[in-house]
Nanobody, 116 residues
Framework: VQVVESGGGLVQAGGSLGLSCAAS????????WAWFRQAPGKEREFVAE????????NYADSVKGRFTISRDNAKNTMYLQMNSLKPEDTAVYYC??????????WGQGTQVTVSS
């Protein structure tokens, strides 16, 4: 299984950006998708997750109300819509396909830079 992110870039504070993550290969039928991010000099942190059905989503407090996670199972793709971006959202964003608590498949990461 491979996952590939796309959609990062440079945006001004207050702007919006959308990220995508596509999975290829043999994927589990009931996996969870998640986004994480890592800013320079900081630990990787959880951003958002969405269950297989799409009915349950969780967000970090820092992005709640601004970011929206969604998925299209037919396309094996997950999305992250980021609105009202802040300079502190600047980080490399990673998607993860989670088959179990010990089975994570990570993407290569995509840079998001928010200028003030």
């Amino acid at each position: 299984v491979q996952v590939v992110e796309s959609g990062g870039g440079l945006v001004q504070a207050g702007g919006s950006l959308g990220l995508s993550c596509a999975a290829s290969g043999r994927t589990s039928s009931t996996y969870t998708w998640a986004w994480f991010r890592q800013a320079p000099g900081k630990e990787r942190e959880f951003v958002a997750e969405i269950t297989w059905s799409g009915k349950i989503t969780n967000y970090a407090d820092s992005v709640k109300g601004r970011f929206t996670i969604s998925r299209d199972n037919a396309k094996n793709t997950m999305y992250l819509q980021m609105n009202s971006l802040k300079p502190e959202d600047t980080a490399v964003y990673y998607c993860a396909l989670i088959a179990s608590n010990t089975d994570y498949t990570w993407g290569q990461g995509t840079q998001v830079t928010v200028s003030s």
